[in-house]
Protein backbone atom coordinates (compact mmCIF):
# COMPACT_ATOMS: atom_id res chain seq x y z
CA UNK A 1 0.00 0.00 0.00
CA UNK A 2 3.38 2.30 0.71
CA UNK A 3 4.53 1.65 -2.56
CA UNK A 4 1.41 2.07 -4.34
CA UNK A 5 1.02 5.34 -2.65
CA UNK A 6 4.60 6.89 -3.47
CA UNK A 7 4.01 5.69 -7.47
CA UNK A 8 1.14 7.79 -7.23
CA UNK A 9 3.08 10.54 -5.77
CA UNK A 10 5.86 9.58 -8.45
CA UNK A 11 3.53 9.89 -11.27
CA UNK A 12 2.08 13.34 -10.32
CA UNK A 13 5.77 14.45 -9.64
CA UNK A 14 6.56 14.44 -13.50
CA UNK A 15 6.41 16.97 -15.43
CA UNK A 16 3.23 16.76 -18.13
CA UNK A 17 5.62 18.96 -20.70
CA UNK A 18 8.53 18.09 -22.65
CA UNK A 19 11.42 20.71 -21.77
CA UNK A 20 10.88 22.49 -25.32
CA UNK A 21 7.60 22.87 -24.53
CA UNK A 22 8.80 24.83 -20.78
CA UNK A 23 11.24 27.10 -22.98
CA UNK A 24 8.58 28.07 -25.77
CA UNK A 25 6.27 28.65 -22.81
CA UNK A 26 8.91 30.58 -20.72
CA UNK A 27 10.32 32.52 -23.94
CA UNK A 28 6.97 33.82 -25.70
CA UNK A 29 5.91 36.14 -22.78
CA UNK A 30 9.38 37.48 -23.15
CA UNK A 31 9.48 37.66 -27.20
CA UNK A 32 5.87 39.53 -26.65
CA UNK A 33 7.12 42.20 -24.13
CA UNK A 34 10.58 42.62 -25.74
CA UNK A 35 9.25 43.41 -28.92
CA UNK A 36 6.16 45.99 -27.70
CA UNK A 37 9.21 47.04 -25.69
CA UNK A 38 11.15 47.80 -28.69
CA UNK A 39 7.97 49.30 -30.56
CA UNK A 40 6.88 51.74 -27.93
CA UNK A 41 10.96 52.90 -27.84
CA UNK A 42 10.92 53.36 -31.19
CA UNK A 43 7.86 55.63 -31.63
CA UNK A 44 9.25 57.60 -28.68
CA UNK A 45 12.29 57.98 -30.38
CA UNK A 46 10.46 58.87 -34.03
CA UNK A 47 7.77 60.75 -32.42
CA UNK A 48 8.98 62.66 -29.07
CA UNK A 49 12.71 63.75 -30.43
CA UNK A 50 11.98 63.61 -34.07
CA UNK A 51 14.40 60.86 -35.08
CA UNK A 52 13.49 59.81 -38.89
CA UNK A 53 12.75 56.42 -39.89
CA UNK A 54 14.81 56.95 -43.20
CA UNK A 55 14.81 53.15 -43.94
CA UNK A 56 12.48 50.28 -44.14
CA UNK A 57 10.29 49.76 -40.97
CA UNK A 58 9.50 46.12 -42.13
CA UNK A 59 12.85 45.07 -42.19
CA UNK A 60 13.96 46.78 -39.11
CA UNK A 61 10.63 45.20 -37.14
CA UNK A 62 12.18 41.93 -38.93
CA UNK A 63 16.02 42.19 -37.54
CA UNK A 64 14.67 43.87 -34.18
CA UNK A 65 12.68 39.93 -33.56
CA UNK A 66 15.97 38.12 -34.93
CA UNK A 67 17.90 39.72 -32.24
CA UNK A 68 15.47 39.44 -29.52
CA UNK A 69 15.61 35.95 -30.24
CA UNK A 70 19.70 36.32 -29.89
CA UNK A 71 19.23 37.87 -27.17
CA UNK A 72 16.67 35.41 -25.35
CA UNK A 73 19.16 32.66 -26.14
CA UNK A 74 22.14 34.20 -23.93
CA UNK A 75 19.05 35.43 -21.12
CA UNK A 76 18.28 31.92 -20.93
CA UNK A 77 21.41 30.55 -20.36
CA UNK A 78 22.06 33.01 -17.87
CA UNK A 79 18.32 32.28 -16.22
CA UNK A 80 20.28 28.32 -15.46
CA UNK A 81 23.33 29.72 -14.17
CA UNK A 82 21.88 31.37 -11.58
CA UNK A 83 20.38 29.79 -8.38
CA UNK A 84 18.17 32.47 -7.24
CA UNK A 85 16.37 36.53 -9.02
CA UNK A 86 19.03 37.96 -7.10
CA UNK A 87 22.19 36.18 -9.05
CA UNK A 88 20.35 36.32 -11.83
CA UNK A 89 19.54 40.33 -11.69
CA UNK A 90 23.33 40.45 -11.03
CA UNK A 91 24.76 38.39 -13.53
CA UNK A 92 22.47 40.19 -16.11
CA UNK A 93 23.70 43.82 -15.10
CA UNK A 94 27.28 42.19 -15.52
CA UNK A 95 26.49 40.75 -18.93
CA UNK A 96 24.94 43.71 -19.63
CA UNK A 97 27.53 46.47 -18.65
CA UNK A 98 30.03 44.07 -21.25
CA UNK A 99 27.43 44.14 -23.75
CA UNK A 100 27.20 47.73 -23.31
CA UNK A 101 31.16 48.65 -23.19
CA UNK A 102 31.33 46.58 -26.60
CA UNK A 103 28.03 48.17 -28.43
CA UNK A 104 30.02 51.76 -29.55
CA UNK A 105 26.88 53.47 -27.77
CA UNK A 106 29.38 54.97 -25.24
CA UNK A 107 32.45 55.48 -27.27
CA UNK A 108 33.40 54.49 -30.61
CA UNK A 109 34.38 51.02 -30.98
CA UNK A 110 36.99 51.75 -33.69
CA UNK A 111 38.69 54.42 -31.27
CA UNK A 112 39.16 51.49 -28.73
CA UNK A 113 42.34 49.13 -29.33
CA UNK A 114 42.70 46.37 -31.84
CA UNK A 115 41.57 43.55 -29.54
CA UNK A 116 38.50 44.88 -28.18
CA UNK A 117 37.62 45.31 -31.58
CA UNK A 118 37.89 42.14 -32.30
CA UNK A 119 35.92 41.09 -29.14
CA UNK A 120 33.26 42.98 -29.93
CA UNK A 121 32.92 40.98 -32.74
CA UNK A 122 31.52 38.55 -30.63
CA UNK A 123 28.76 40.70 -28.92
CA UNK A 124 25.44 40.98 -30.63
CA UNK A 125 24.79 44.22 -29.44
CA UNK A 126 27.23 45.68 -31.05
CA UNK A 127 25.83 44.15 -34.43
CA UNK A 128 22.20 45.19 -33.58
CA UNK A 129 23.40 48.94 -32.62
CA UNK A 130 24.81 49.06 -36.40
CA UNK A 131 21.74 47.82 -38.23
CA UNK A 132 19.56 50.56 -36.01
CA UNK A 133 21.64 53.31 -36.79
CA UNK A 134 21.84 51.93 -40.49
CA UNK A 135 17.98 51.98 -40.82
CA UNK A 136 17.00 55.22 -38.86
CA UNK A 137 19.41 57.72 -39.36
CA UNK A 138 20.95 56.88 -42.90
CA UNK A 139 18.37 54.54 -44.88
CA UNK A 140 20.62 51.59 -45.40
CA UNK A 141 18.87 48.37 -47.04
CA UNK A 142 20.09 44.51 -46.74
CA UNK A 143 22.02 45.62 -49.62
CA UNK A 144 24.25 47.76 -46.87
CA UNK A 145 23.49 45.89 -43.90
CA UNK A 146 24.20 42.01 -44.96
CA UNK A 147 27.89 42.27 -43.30
CA UNK A 148 25.85 43.15 -39.59
CA UNK A 149 22.77 40.82 -40.51
CA UNK A 150 25.06 37.91 -41.27
CA UNK A 151 27.49 38.59 -37.84
CA UNK A 152 24.13 38.23 -36.19
CA UNK A 153 22.53 35.03 -37.47
CA UNK A 154 26.35 33.53 -36.91
CA UNK A 155 25.78 34.68 -33.55
CA UNK A 156 22.52 33.38 -33.16
CA UNK A 157 23.35 30.14 -34.78
CA UNK A 158 26.09 30.08 -31.89
CA UNK A 159 24.61 30.92 -29.17
CA UNK A 160 20.99 29.51 -29.60
CA UNK A 161 21.48 25.30 -29.91
CA UNK A 162 23.98 24.95 -26.91
CA UNK A 163 21.62 27.54 -25.07
CA UNK A 164 19.04 24.97 -25.57
CA UNK A 165 20.77 21.84 -24.76
CA UNK A 166 21.99 23.51 -21.50
CA UNK A 167 18.54 24.33 -20.59
CA UNK A 168 17.03 21.48 -21.59
CA UNK A 169 19.77 19.58 -19.59
CA UNK A 170 18.69 21.64 -16.61
CA UNK A 171 14.84 20.68 -16.98
CA UNK A 172 15.63 17.01 -17.17
Same mark, same amino acid.
Given at each position: ? /? ?10 ? $? ?14 ? $? ?29 ? !? ?7 ? $?????? !? ?66 ? $? ?5 ? =?????? =? ?6 ? /??? /?????
Amino acid at each position: S /REKELGTLEQLL $VMPFTSLEIIIGKSIP $VIIVGFFDFILMLGMVHFAFGVPVRGSLILL !LILAFGYLL $VELSKG !LVLSVLSKNQHQAFLLVMVVGMVDFMFTGYAAPVESMPKPIQFLANFIPAHHWLNILRGILLKGSGLN $VLWPQVL =ALVILG =AIITPPSL /RFV /RKALN
